[in-house]
């Protein structure tokens, strides 16, 4: 997150000024803004709802309102002289353009040294119900005998299930092959054979189409009776009765196709 501005307080409205004071607003990756409360120790039983009331204030802001704030922010923090162009343009860069519509949509982070149950009750049922978007962030400072220690911790939203545990993965399933493909073929018997659509009889003729027709039509040349087939309704495994063959019988010298 790139910080925007802190402290502000100039609001206006039909009725006039309003000198309500956020404490941090910053831009996101994704060009939404981020409205930070920040509380010393535990928070107040009304922090949301102040947060709430300062995200509606800045769900208002323009671009080029934005940029005058920031302009104003890095010449105050950092005695940098930035015109108001040059801060939109390091915004810009930050979240890959600004868009007004992504500028309404506030997301609220309250950071404090605890949370009383009233807001985090009421946080939580605020998230379930509409599109709000809260994050609570409880702080802690320990003094040791030579470092200052802070600790931080994300009370809400809570992680989920997959956050937390390691799951298996399915293998990749590899095309059929061939084999598949003929298992097919032969399955398919049974279906024609059921429907009653060959009629007892009916001569079928062998057409090589696979990438072994060539070896298969120099195969049925030399003997053209391998070629034809009579069609025996009623017959669900051995519906083909090949000339070439005992009845019955399917033929056994095809060529090798290894």
């Known amino acids: 997150m790139r910080i925007v501005t802190y402290e502000f307080d100039k609001w206006v409205s039909g009725s006039g000024s309003h000198g309500d004071r956020l404490d941090l607003l910053g831009l996101d990756e994704d060009g939404r803004l981020v409205l930070a409360e920040l509380k010393r120790d535990g928070a107040p039983d009304t922090v949301e709802m102040q947060a709430i009331k300062y995200a509606a204030y800045a769900s208002r802001f323009k671009v080029e309102t934005l940029a005058a704030c920031h302009a104003d922010y890095l010449r105050r923090t950092l005695g940098d002289p930035a015109i108001t162009d040059d801060a939109l343009a390091q915004l810009d860069e930050h979240c890959g353009g600004l868009d007004p519509e992504e500028l309404a949509a506030v997301r609220i982070v309250l950071v404090a040294g605890s949370f009383p149950e009233p807001v985090t009750s009421s946080v939580v049922w605020l998230c379930t119900q509409g599109e709000l978007d809260i994050t609570l962030i409880e702080m802690g400072a320990y003094q040791c005998a030579h470092d200052l220690v802070i600790t931080v911790s994300q009370m809400w939203p809570l992680p989920e299930a997959d956050e937390l545990t390691v799951s ?91």
């Open 168 to 258: 298996p993965v399915a293998p990749t399933i590899k095309a059929a092959g061939p084999t598949a493909r003929r298992r097919t073929t032969t399955n398919a018997v049974a279906p024609l054979a059921a429907s009653g659509a060959i009629g007892d009889g009916t001569e079928l003729r062998l057409v090589p189409a696979s990438s072994y027709a060539g070896k298969l039509a120099q195969w049925v040349a030399e003997q053209p009776e391998r070629g034809r087939a009579i069609w025996r309704a009623g017959e669900r495994v051995r519906a083909l009765e090949w000339p070439a063959t005992p009845p019955g019988t399917p033929p056994r010298d095809w060529p090798s196709t290894s």
